[in-house]
């Protein structure tokens, strides 16, 4: 054997640890045998998680980018693998996540010959990522690799792919190519500061306001620029709300944090004050149609700061005043140094946040008290806001908890502890994610939430959790229907149901079966008791609550509302 030598699969190996990968989520194919002979031969740092389906694998790696802040990597074989890999990778690249797709592919021998599972992953992969090639050379493997990281961690983050084809993980790679640039193992990586004179201009247009509101999006979390926030908020006294995604930019007990705004999770309460704002400060934010409702606040006339790492968002739907291109945490930074010596106004923003929250839970806390059946989701945010250990982490679908997490979890400390996926909402994300998320954050309690339509997509992953024995808490709300559309179907077409009901199943007894603690709630008073015993668990475990149907209920959603 030349020691000056690899093959094409084991430089990639190589080359992922030199990038610090540490974790691959991925499901075994043909055209992926010489890799997984390099992942098996080779001594290495890298663990590779057998998943049961690609959607999982990418939903995985994700969430381990979420919590980590560091690139998720999943792969998947030709054909079949890389289609079914494409929903985790949209939904990554639009929430700003770095997540690296690998896929093999047929030999480039075979193009154009008809075989099985040719199909272009590059077209393929192209409109959901952010960088996306197939290699045709051994050697390329290193360089395109580091192309990958760059192009994922600098700037605004997003998904990049890597088509590996059969023939060339055995041709040679000179060992020399192997070498990686340290920075790009987490992101943001090189963040760049905006212009001084962009932070007076913002300072100087927030002098002329009376009611100013910033309002976060996720990007604030992604920048790890909540430290500097709250200072912001506590030196202006100003109200500061988020989007669903932007949960976490302060710590829901944060005297300043408003909370979720907009048609998903927001409430009558924190909308008037978005609506009553003279002045919205956006930061790391789109201020696409969910926490806008569709662009109805901040209303026409409304001045507009705008702080993005992305010069594309600003302006997008707005007239900006004033807008800041550049990393969150830097931009914070500065405002608060030029703080330090200028005077500025102040906007009474806890008295304004006291007053919004507490009509807000106040009518929260009449529903979780409500002791009569069927169980309400108010009852189950209240019992997780009692029993929750500080410092879990909640994954959720984007379907019946997520409205009521979004408003009314009370997370105790700012970052990234609620995940869901607001980019493109597809089910069966919780199940899996939670998985990843609890690969980049062992010694945090996970809890995964999810309605039991969503638990059909991928429940067979319950296998890959309990074969690695993970201690998340599932639960399932159960309502025998995909309960958004029902209500949507309330709201929107005169109740006229269609297509929307399923079977009830018992989820425990499909958990229990493999070798999961589960337990079945049906009356209020067995829903602590059974979250309390499950969160106590160091294994896996799962409450399957049988719940108010959602068209029932009285959701935090603008369009449901009377």
């Known amino acids: 054997m030349n020691t000056n030598h690899l093959n094409g699969a084991e430089s990639l190996v190589r080359i992922l640890e030199a990038h610090g990968v540490r974790h691959i989520f991925g499901l075994c194919g043909d055209t992926t045998l010489p890799f997984y002979d390099a992942l098996y031969r080779l001594d290495h740092s890298i663990q590779h998680i057998l998943v ?116 060339i993980q055995y041709d040679a790679v000179e060992l020399e190519e192997i070498w990686a640039d340290k920075t790009l193992e987490s992101f943001p990586a090189y963040p760049v500061a905006p212009a001084p004179e962009a932070i007076r201009l913002a300072h100087d247009a927030l002098q002329k306001a009376e009611k100013p509101l910033i309002v976060c999006g996720g990007g604030v979390i992604i920048a ?96 900006t005043e004033v807008g800041i291109v550049g990393d969150l945490r830097l931009a914070l930074a500065q405002w608060n140094t030029l703080l330090e010596t200028e005077p500025t106004k102040t906007f009474n923003g806890s008295q304004t946040v006291a007053q919004a929250k507490g009509a807000k839970f106040a009518r929260f806390a009449a529903q979780a008290k409500n002791q009569n059946s069927p169980i309400k989701p108010e009852q189950i945010i209240d019992t997780l806001n009692r029993l929750l250990p500080k410092g879990a982490t909640v994954v959720s679908d984007p ?106 199943n018992n989820h425990a007894e499909i958990a229990r079966a493999m070798d999961i603690a589960s337990w079945r709630v049906t009356e209020p008073e067995q829903l602590e008791p059974a979250l309390k015993a499950a969160l106590a668990c160091t294994t896996p475990s799962l409450v399957d609550i049988v719940c108010q149907p959602l068209e029932e209920a009285d959701a935090p959603v603008r369009r449901w509302m009377g």
Request: glycine residues 12%.
């Open 224 to 319: 790890d620029a909540m430290s500097e926030l709250a200072t912001l908020a506590e030196k202006l006294d100003i109200p500061v709300a988020t989007s669903i995604s932007g949960k976490g930019a302060l710590a829901d007990t944060n005297s300043h944090c408003l909370g979720v705004v907009g048609s998903n999770g927001g409430t009558e309460e924190t909308w008037q004050v978005m609506c009553a704002a003279d002045l919205v400060i956006f930061m790391g934010i789109r201020a696409g149609s969910t926490t806008t409702a569709r662009w109805e606040a901040p209303k026409p006339g409304t001045r507009i700061i705008h702080f993005d790492s992305d010069p594309m968002v600003i302006g997008a739907n707005y007239p």
């Open 52 to 167: 049961r389906d690609e959607r999982s694998a990418a939903y995985m790696a994700d969430a381990y980018a979420r919590v980590t802040g560091k690139v998720g990597v999943c792969e998947g074989p030709s054909g079949g693998g890389a289609t079914y890999i494409l929903p985790g990778l949209i939904e990554a690249s639009e929430s700003s996540y770095p997540v690296l797709a690998i896929t093999s592919d047929i030999s480039v021998a075979s193009y154009g010959k008809y075989p099985l599972t040719e199909v272009d992953q590059a077209a393929l992969m192209r409109p959901v990522t952010k960088w996306n090639t197939v290699i045709i050379r051994a050697s390329h493997i290193p360089r395109m690799v580091r192309q990958a990281f760059r192009a994922m961690t600098t700037g605004r983050a997003g998904t990049a792919h890597l088509g590996l084809p059969y023939d």
């Open 399 to 504: 379907g019946t908890g997520c409205p009521y997490l979004a408003a009314y979890l009370n997370l105790p400390q700012a970052g990234r502890y609620f995940i869901t996926n607001r980019a493109h909402g597809a089910l069966g994300y919780a199940l899996s994610a939670a998985f990843g998320a609890w690969c980049g954050r062992p010694n945090s309690k996970i809890v995964g939430v999810m309605g039991d339509g969503s638990f059909g997509f991928t429940c067979g992953e319950l296998e890959t959790i309990r074969r690695h024995n993970a201690p998340i808490t599932y639960i399932v709300i159960s309502n025998a229907s995909f309960g958004w559309i029902k209500a949507s179907q309330k709201a929107d077409t005169e109740s006229r149901y269609y297509n929307v009901d399923f079977s009830g």
